[in-house]
């Protein structure tokens, strides 16, 4: 067996591993009915509802985790519609604040929300960045794959 093999194996291991806990704690944590009734109601006619954030984070995957595990949340500063679905720009608040894994946090949300279909963009607020020091600025700028408004 080669190292790149080795390699994928563990990473596969540590990839099952981390979902299984990350479902663990979603399941400790959620309401299963409401998390549904939310999911299958589309985001474009919760623009306007205080369920609009509790249906965002019910379509999260593992970051959602990591977000209410440990103390963190989600504000929506914007949110419209466009041809190709809603257009958001979020922001962190909590624990989530200058977390230093806050920028594969920002990245997590962005994916799975783009993942549902339903919506069309992600920026964040670049408010965030300046709960980040330098070095963690730099590093989401560089590497964080978001965009900030």
């Known amino acids: ?6 390699t994928d ?3 596969q291991e540590a990839e099952k591993s981390l979902e299984s806990e ?5 399941a400790e944590a959620a309401d299963p009915v409401r998390d549904a009734r939310l999911r299958a109601t589309a985001l474009k006619d ?12 019910a379509r999260l995957g593992i970051v959602r985790a990591a977000l209410e595990g440990h103390g963190g949340g989600i504000q929506v500063n914007h949110a419209s519609v466009d041809d ?8 962190l608040d909590g624990a989530c604040i200058a977390c230093g894994a806050a920028p594969g946090t920002l990245q997590g949300i962005q ?8 919506v069309s963009r992600v920026q964040f607020s670049k408010s965030l960045l300046d709960t980040f020091d330098e070095l963690g600025r ?9 965009t900030f408004v």
């Open 111 to 118: 994916n799975d929300l783009l993942a549902t279909g339903e």
């Open 1 to 6: 067996m080669g190292e790149d093999e080795l």
């Open 9 to 11: 194996i563990y990473r």
């Open 84 to 91: 190709n679905g809603v257009d958001l720009v979020l922001n």
């Open 46 to 57: 919760l623009l306007e509802s205080e369920d609009l954030v509790p249906a965002i984070i």
């Open 22 to 26: 990350a479902a663990k704690r979603i």
């Open 138 to 146: 730099e590093f989401v700028l560089k590497h964080g794959n978001v």
